[in-house]
């Protein structure tokens, strides 16, 4: 764990304008085929969690899941990582409103759009529907928010919305809140109830 970290380590710094050769020494090292490529770290946290539920172990199969910090970095991040690059197979999760930025980078790169899934509005609004309000909220009581959620509800803004829509934006008022959920949300999902992008995402893997 402590290699692939420092390969997801390297190649931020690569992305951010440093050398490309600690990365590439990794690629080799850790006998790496495949890069996920997420936009933030709670898609990270719920695609590991799945893959752990299911006995999946991705860093040992040579498969680097990877935060990109924002969907807007894909096309750096495609470029870095996939043919012009480093060479490796690219898959990921996308939202229905940033796949002309993915569609566009996957093209400038020459790699294939198979491989990625696209999300209605995000992953968590994925989540809420697969598990449905009353258990997402059963879940808020369950990690102690249930007075930070109450407040949530009574803001003004809240009101027009449905109670999907004030769940899904409760999920990310808080610095941390998206990685906690993302995790607790996935380990509640039961048989069958996995949204189809994240789970057709870990089938391609």
């Not at 995790?183 to 999902?189: I, T």
Request: hydrophobic share 40%.
């Amino acid at each position: 764990m402590a290699d692939m970290r420092g390969f997801r380590d390297a190649v931020g710094c690569w992305a951010a304008g440093g050398s490309g050769n600690v990365a590439g020494e990794l690629v080799g090292r850790l006998g790496l085929r495949t890069a996920v490529l997420l936009e933030g770290p709670s898609d990270l946290a719920a695609v590991e969690t799945l893959a752990a539920w299911r006995g999946r172990d991705l860093a040992a199969e040579g498969v680097c899941v990877m935060s990109m910090g924002g969907a807007m970095s894909v096309g750096r991040y495609t470029g870095l990582l996939g043919p012009p690059g480093l060479g490796l197979r690219l898959a990921g999760l996308c939202d229905e409103g940033e796949r002309r930025f993915y569609d566009r980078a996957l093209e400038r790169a020459g790699a294939p759009r198979q491989g990625f899934f696209v999300c209605v509005a995000d992953l968590e609004d994925e989540l809420v529907r697969a598990l449905g309000p009353v258990r997402v909220e059963e879940i808020i009581r369950g990690e102690g928010d249930a007075r930070a959620w109450q407040t949530f509800q009574r803001q003004p803004a809240q009101h027009d919305r449905s109670r999907h829509q004030q769940l899904r934006r409760f999920l990310g008022t808080k610095k941390g809140r998206k990685i906690r959920y993302g995790r607790r949300l996935v380990e509640a999902l039961g048989r069958g109830e996995t949204p189809a992008p994240l789970d057709d995402l870990l089938a391609s893997l």
